[in-house]
């Protein structure tokens, strides 16, 4: 686990874009040396493969930045290819997500975009050339039969009764599986391979089975699907894939990929090659569980912005940059990890320290009234960024009546206070000095209204006060600033490495507060839509809700509403 001083200190980055160790983890440097003793001539081809039954999650962004950017880096190609051999749990509406995260998140496919169906037909003649050489056959056994004949880890599998059927009779059943004669699981296709194989995944594994089931792309044409360690290594041989890139759990089933291409007629073979999934703490990477999440309606959607989607991220604020370069920090081993989701935030937070305009809101708010203020309306000058000059300069009311946050008041302060007390003072951020020179309360005590005087000399920038209050406190305009829902994120799940098997117990009950907040109108006007809202953090405008803000991330040592 990466632990919060290795953050700090190990982990700066060497350079912008440069992966974390100078591109030598192990899978950039077997590519080089593909590359440079010839294996590899025609240049570098990768592929991106997901299945389209959810949305993308950040685990999925480590295998795309991985991807598309060993190609990048020596000069390849990418295929965006769908994995879409299930029609039951594949849809069109996840086939545009993806696509539209993989390109927010920088990365061009361009004329790559393929998905397993195409090849149906190639795979259905693999298949039958496997028959033809005695080695895949129909099985009649049902799902459970298969199951409990595979054996287990000490004792080999019992293999089945149809396994002698001749090559005639299996290209008959395999034909009239594919014209629709047989209903769902009455036969599969297996391959023969080895029945006391220590590799369960090499005990005849099924290759294909009969689903009459509508398929996103294809329609009705098919009521056979091929398994997906059947279709995988065959669309990686078809379109050349030098490095075929893929998850640790995946290791097991690499005979199985080596052994189907071994078998068939295709003049390429590429290699797989395993790294670790990405975990992250306090959430799930498993679309299982993110679509039971929204299914079960314990988040708002895919995108909601507590979810680790992209989708959710995008909604959240979080940029393209800040994904690619926390994908860059982890780094790619076979090491299985669980990283901190403190390191995505501290890459999201670096991103927009150096990026996003600075504003002020208050979220829940107090009012204070300036007893002796005259000028409302008077407008004032501030720069988005202190920083940035790039970024120009907004224009502020100042005005009689002000908000300030509750928490920058206090009745009975401690010990070295920095905000406002009864008859202390404080400096308003780009503005003047007040001092409170009255508390109203309502019935239970609780402090409604500050009434303060203003020191006309101590306007910032001309400041000829000569007061040195100990503290500088955001705040905004009564006449002008616009009310708004900001809504903060706690962690989705509440411990670090969460039991699923109880959502209920898991799940963070805090892991969202809505406040009812106000903002200057400034914020609201711009074209930008991330912001530094001033001592509380970074926050995104919902691109499709007006009036709602997201917390995309606190200030490492700002408070926290
Ligand atoms: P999930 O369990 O979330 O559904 P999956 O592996 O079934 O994940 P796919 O759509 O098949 O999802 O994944 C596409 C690619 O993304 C695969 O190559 C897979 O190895 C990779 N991938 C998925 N999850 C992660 C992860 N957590 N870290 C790194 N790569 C991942
Ligand atoms: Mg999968």
Known sequence: MTTRSELEDGHRPSSAGEPADGGTDFIRQRIRRDLESGVVTGGVVTRFPPEPNGFLHIGHAKSICLNFGVAEEFGGETYLRFDDTNPLKESDEYVEAIKADVSWLGFDWGDRLTFASDYFEQLYRFAVELIEQDKAFVCSLSGEEIRSTRGTLTEPGT??????????????????????????????????????????????????????????????????????DFTHCICDALEGITHSLCTLEFQDHRPLYDWVLDNINVNFHPPQIEFSRLGLTHTVMSKRLLNRLVTEHRVDGWSDPRMPTIAGLRRRGVTPAAIREFCRRIGVTKQDNLVEVELLEFCVRQDLEGSAPRGMAVLDPLKVTLTNYGGDGEVLTAPWHPQLPVLGERELTFGQTLYIEQEDFSDDPPPKYKRLSPGEMVRLRYGYIIRCDEVIRDESGRPVELRCSYVAESKSGSDTSGLKPKGVIHWVDGATAMPVRVRAYD????????????????????????????????????????????????????????????????????YRP
Not at 174 to 199: C, T
Not at 504 to 528: C, F, K, Q
């Open 159 to 228: 293999p089945s009764p149809y396994r002698d059927r001749s090559v005639a009779e299996n290209l008959d059943l395999f034909a009239r599986m594919r014209a629709g004669e047989f209903r769902d699981g009455e036969h599969v296709l297996r391959a023969k391979i080895d029945m006391a194989s220590p590799n369960l995944n090499m005990r005849d594994p099924v290759i294909y089975r009969i689903r009459h089931a509508h398929h996103q792309r294809t329609g009705s044409t098919w009521v056979i699907y091929p398994m997906y």
């Open 491 to 558: 962690h989705l799940f509440t411990d670090a490495a969460p039991d699923f098997s109880d959502l209920d117990a898991a799940l963070n009950p805090h892991s969202l507060t809505e406040h009812a907040a106000l903002v200057e109108p400034a914020i609201d006007a711009s074209r930008e839509t991330r912001f530094q809202f001033e001592r509380l953090g970074y926050f995104h405008r919902d691109p499709d809700t007006a009036g709602l803000y997201h917390r995309t991330v606190t200030l490492r040592d700002g």
